[in-house]
């Protein structure tokens, strides 16, 4: 429930979906052995669940790990709760320790000085809505990054913040682990 409005929202069903939506619900229900509610109640829209999944699935210059750690730093200072859970089991699927994981949420990764270049640098994009400092795209060029995956991590932080700003309004239920506030 989202208690700044009283008003609660509610995850749909796969019946209560299109007849494409259901396909999609199907899939994820088929790949992942559920369907995560965020995913769900974004099936309330005809077209954005698939058009949601064909950005988070968009081919990518980052790696996986890259691409958990601009979610962890992101979630995180978005203040999203569901989203923090859903990476932190990913991360920990992508061979992040726990400790790493709360490291990154934090915006470091002093673990790999790469991770740790594009933690920060994700840092400042979120925090300045944009305008990262000089010294974090310098760091960032530094650590071996490339205008092009700079494009690439700008991508991720927007789509993260969709999911993030979807759930920080509606406050569905976490249907992951919960991670503890940091």
Do not use: W
């Not at 429930?1 to 209560?16: D, G, I, Q, W, Y």
Request: net charge negative; proline share 2%.
């Amino acid at each position: 429930m989202n208690t700044s409005t009283n008003l609660t929202f509610k995850v749909p069903e796969r019946a209560e979906v299109s007849t494409n939506n259901q396909a999609i619900f199907d899939n994820l229900q088929k790949g992942l052995g559920f369907v995560p509610n965020l995913y769900a109640y974004f099936g309330k829209n005809e077209t954005a669940l698939a058009d949601y999944l064909t950005l988070q699935n968009r081919k990518s210059t980052l790696k996986a790990t890259e691409r958990e750690v601009i979610n962890l730093v992101t979630s995180q200072i978005n203040g999203c709760r569901y989203c923090q859970s859903a990476h932190t089991a990913l991360g920990k699927m992508n061979g992040f320790t726990d400790n790493q994981i709360l490291e990154i949420r934090k915006g470091n990764a002093t673990f790999d000085e790469k991770l740790d270049a594009l933690a920060k640098f994700t840092v400042s994009v979120v925090e300045n809505r944009g305008k990262a400092t000089p010294q974090a795209v310098e760091t960032f060029f530094k650590a071996g990054y490339t205008e092009v995956n700079l494009i690439d991590v700008i991508i991720v932080v927007g789509d993260k913040i969709i999911s993030n700003y979807i759930h920080n309004l509606t406050q569905i239920d976490i249907d992951f682990p919960l991670v503890a506030e940091l």
